[in-house]
């Protein structure tokens, strides 16, 4: 947003630009899986390899839950 409004003010389409202050967000602990936990996942016999496979679409690609469904 921030620098949309200054290529707006570069090109004279705005006066001035309006003050805009960032909010902190508080740090939160990280919500991915450890390359040493997703390897003993996969290592596992009693999980299907379908889901093997799932799981290895979703981190590979970044995919959110719902995206394969939808395309």
């Given at each position: 947003?921030?620098?949309?409004?200054?290529?707006?003010?570069?090109?004279?389409?705005?006066?001035?630009?309006?003050?805009?202050?960032?909010r902190?967000?508080?740090?939160?602990?990280?919500?991915?899986?450890?390359?040493?936990?997703?390897?003993?996942?996969?290592?596992?016999?009693?999980?299907?390899?379908?889901y093997?496979?799932?799981?290895?679409?979703?981190?590979?690609?970044?995919?959110?839950?719902?995206?394969?469904?939808?395309s």
């Amino acid at each position: 947003m921030k620098a949309m409004l200054r290529y707006f003010h570069k090109i004279d389409k705005m006066e001035r630009i309006p003050n805009i202050e960032q909010r902190k967000i508080p740090k939160t602990e990280l919500i991915y899986i450890p390359d040493p936990e997703f390897q003993n996942i996969m290592e596992l016999d009693w999980l299907v390899d379908f889901y093997k496979r799932v799981f290895f679409l979703y981190r590979e690609t970044g995919m959110r839950l719902r995206e394969p469904f939808m395309s």
